[in-house]
């Protein structure tokens, strides 16, 4: 594994525009083998900072988080084909990210400032694992993740996160 290789995402823009597929690259990463001591098995590193504006450079995943959506509310059996949501969480200016309005749209009268979803925000699908084994999305995908995002708001961690929260998590990272 020593290319760049790239699977099919689904980009919900922060300014309104309409959802529509990109292409999200992984890069090479080694990865410890819990299985064999002193080895490492390579792994694909997703990049979907690419894609996020505002984003702090020069941390690349750490700049980012991801949720998994495994199933939908009322779900028995969990998507054979999961989806992984990307979203920014350090600005490159240490304030928050703009409400994607997308999203916003689709929450209609569900929508709440305080867990809204900010920034650019990209989804891929996988099959095993959320980076390994990640596969090619499709515009398809797009009803079942709008039904999530109509209940569900942006995961706590980034949520809570305030300007000065956010300023100071930048700051840190950047002197470290």
Known sequence: MD???????LLFPSDGRNPHMVALMTSPMSVPDPHAP?????APMPHPEV????IAEGLSPRAWHYHLVEALDGMNKKFANPYVIFYPTVSRDGMPFPINKCLREI???SFREATAWRGNIIIAKYHESPFSSMINGSIADFPI????FMTHGAPQLYADTDDSVTRTIYFMKKTM
């Not at 002193?38 to 390579?42: A, D, L, M, Q, R």
């Open 3 to 9: 290319q760049l290789v790239s699977f099919e995402a």
């Open 38 to 42: 002193y080895s490492t098995i390579p």
């Open 51 to 54: 894609y996020m504006d505002y």
């Open 107 to 109: 929450q209609g009268r």
């Open 145 to 148: 993740l709008r039904n999530y």
